[in-house]
């Protein structure tokens, strides 16, 4: 697994007028076309490109976040510690480390591709559909959190046992448990047998 120190470009639109536009993939992954952020949600749901960031400390304990309850999509709902898309044309690896920068005021110290997982989830609160090719991400958290309030109401960081515990009593996001058990090699890798993963 190639390991690469994260850089971040530090912008937070894609578009003056405010609407955010994703990138709409084939089942391949291969770049289709483009679509407004929320109509791509809207059911069905259009394929588009995302990715999930998951990064751990050095004890190994997963850096997870709940959700801001002003988010219009599962708001206040636990999830990974940064989820999002790539604006059209942007690598989904410099989409991960700004969005990871925006939501939890960090750079990660190391950085990994970890594969990617195609998911159709519908979230029955929102009536919104994600239909998402997923780039995934592993990594490593050594500076302090700073998270944007707008973005996410806390953070924690969890064993795979006080995960369990946390899954068992809180609402996750729906598409949190098929991009962890997609990511769980790498972070068996990242991590070592000892934490458990």
């Not at 990871?100 to 594969?115: C, F, M, N, R």
């Not at 991400?137 to 995960?163: K, W, Y």
Request: overall charge negative.
């Amino acid at each position: 697994m190639p390991i690469t120190p994260a850089t971040v470009t530090h912008s937070s639109s894609n578009d003056s007028a405010g609407a955010i536009l994703l990138e709409l993939v084939d089942e391949n992954g291969v770049t289709i076309g483009t679509e407004e952020k929320l109509a791509a949600h809207q059911p069905p749901g259009r394929l588009h490109r995302a990715f999930s960031v998951f990064l751990f400390d050095e004890r190994g304990r997963l850096l997870l976040q709940q959700r801001a309850l002003g988010k219009y999509h599962s708001p206040g709902v636990w999830s990974n510690t940064c989820c999002g898309h790539p604006y059209p044309g942007e690598a989904p690896f410099a989409a991960a480390a700004r969005r990871t920068y925006e939501e939890l005021g960090i750079s990660p110290s190391l950085l990994a591709e970890a594969g990617t997982v195609r998911y159709n989830h519908p979230d029955p609160a929102s009536g919104l559909v994600e239909q998402e090719y997923n780039h995934l991400f592993v990594g490593l958290v050594q500076a302090p959190l700073r998270p944007d309030p707008e973005e996410v109401a806390e953070t924690v960081f969890v064993t795979p046992a006080e995960l369990a515990e946390r899954h068992a009593r809180d609402t996750f996001s729906a598409w949190f448990m098929t991009v962890l058990d997609a990511v769980r090699p790498a972070v068996r890798e990242l991590t070592g047998p000892s934490a458990g993963w």
